[in-house]
C-alpha cells in the first residue's frame, strides 16, 4: 500500500508542473486569469519548511490568499480611480 | 549460443523499468550495454551491427509526431474544443460522461495520452472546484477512455508507431484494421462505465456557467491545420509509398516554422525518455533477435497454435494483453515484435493487429501498470479529492476483460478466421 502511495506521489510529480500549466491555460480559457508567483521561503521561517511547501494545497490558505488579493486590488482600484479624479 | 545470461540482462531491464528506480530510459542504456557488450565479447555481434539495431524509421516518426503534438497542444485547439463542446452538456451528468469520455479517446488519438488526459483532467477539477460536478467518475472514466483512444492509428501511441512500422502498415491500412475496433470499443466501455458509476454522477453546472471561452482563435485554426497536415501527409505516404517517419518530419518542420513558438522551448518538452529508452530498447531486442533467444516463446505460440491463425492471434492478444497488465506498454510491444516474426504465417495482419490491441489494451487493469490512472488519481489528490488507488481496479479490470473479449471476437470476424 505505501509502495502504491509512493508511486502516485513519484509519477504525479513528473507531471505536475505541466498539468498546472494546463490548469491556468484552462482556467484562463473559462475567463479567470492565473498569475504565477514564486515566493520564497521567508527569512527566520526556516524552521517552518514543510509547513510552508504544504501552503499550496492547503484551501484554508488559498481562501486567505485570495481574501488577501481582492482587498489589495481593490485599494489599489481606488488608489488608481483617486487619482485618475482628484476631484 | 547458450541464450540464458542475455535473457537475464533483458529482465534485469524490465524490473527497473517497472521498479521505477530509475528514468526508463537509463533502465534500457545499461542493459542495452551489458548486451552489447556480452555479444561483441561472445563474437556474435560487433559493435556497428549493435547500433544498426537502433530503428531509425521508428525515432524519426516519433519525434516528428512528438514535435507537431507539443505545437498543437500549445495552439490550444483541443483545449477550445474541449471546452466548447463540456459547456454545452454541463448540466446533463450521463451526457458529460459520454463526452468526456468521447473527447478523452479523441484528443489522445490524435495528441498524446498524457496531453490528452491533463487537458481532460484540468476541465473537470477546474469545473469540479467551481461546484459544478463531482469530477472522481468523470475524471477516472476518462483516464481510462485516454488508455483507448490511440489504438486505432499508426501515431496514437509509441507501441503502435513500433508495431506498425515492423509490419508496414501504411497509416490507412493500420486504421482500416483497427479504427473500426477502437470506434466499437468506445461504445462497450462507456456503457460499463456509465453502468459503474450510474449511482454517482452528479453534475449541477451550479454556479459554474462557463464565460465566453478566450483563446486566440488564430492559435486554434494553426493547431486544425498542423494536425489536419500531418494526417493528410501520413495517408499520402501511405499512396505515394513514401515512409512515414518522412511525412512526419515534414509536417514538424512545418509546424515548427509555422506556429511562432519558441523552437528550443518546444524540443525542451519532448518526452526524451520514451526516445531514448525506444532506442536503447530496439537494441536489447536485435540482440535478443541475433541470439534467438525469444525463439522459445514463438515456438511455444506457434506449437499452441497447431497451425491455426485465429488461435495464434488469440494467444498474441491474450499474452500481451495480460503482460500489459504487468508491464509498460512499449515494453510489451518491443518484446512481441521479432515472436510474431516468427511465427510461420504467410498473412500477419490479424496477428499484428493482436499485438497492437493486446500491447495498447491491458493498461488500465491495475494501477501500477497504467501512468494514466496513477496521473489521474495523483490529480486528483492534490486538488483535495480522495481516492483509493486500489478501487480503481474495480472498473479498470473487467473493461480489460471486456476489451480484450471484444477484441478477440473483432480479430476472427475481420480477419475472416472463422
Known sequence: ?87 | MDPTKYLLGYLLVVLLAVSEAFPMSLSAMVGAALLVAFGVSDGVLSFSEALSFIDLELLALLVGVMIVVEVVDRCGTFRYLALKVVRRVLKRPVLLLVVAGLMSALTSLLLSDEAALLLIVAILLSLGKAGALDPVPFAVSSAIMVNLGGTGTLVGSVPNMAIGIRAGFSFAEFASYLLPCEFALYGVTLALLYLYYRGKLQSSGGEAELEEIEVSRVDVAKGAFLLSLMLSLLIAAGIADFPASAAALASAVVALALAGFDTLEVFQRLDWDTVFFTAAFTVIIGVLERVEALKGLALWLQGAAGGSLALASLLVLLVSGAASLLLPNLIVALSFIPVVEALPFADKRALWSALVLGANLGGVGLPVSSFVIVMTIGALRREGYEIDPWAVTRVGIPVTAAWLGFSAIYLLTRFGLI
Open chain 1, 1 to 87: 500500500m505505501a509502495r502504491m502511495e509512493e508511486l502516485v506521489e513519484k509519477r504525479f510529480k513528473s507531471v505536475e508542473g505541466k498539468y498546472q500549466l494546463e490548469r491556468e491555460l484552462v482556467s484562463e480559457a473559462l475567463g479567470k486569469p492565473c498569475i504565477i508567483l514564486h515566493v520564497q521561503l521567508p527569512e527566520g521561517c526556516e524552521e517552518y519548511r514543510e509547513l510552508f511547501e504544504e501552503l499550496p494545497h492547503d484551501e484554508e490558505f488559498m481562501a486567505e490568499l485570495q481574501e488577501f488579493i481582492r482587498e489589495v486590488l481593490r485599494r489599489r482600484a481606488g488608489k488608481l480611480e483617486r487619482r485618475e479624479n482628484p476631484s
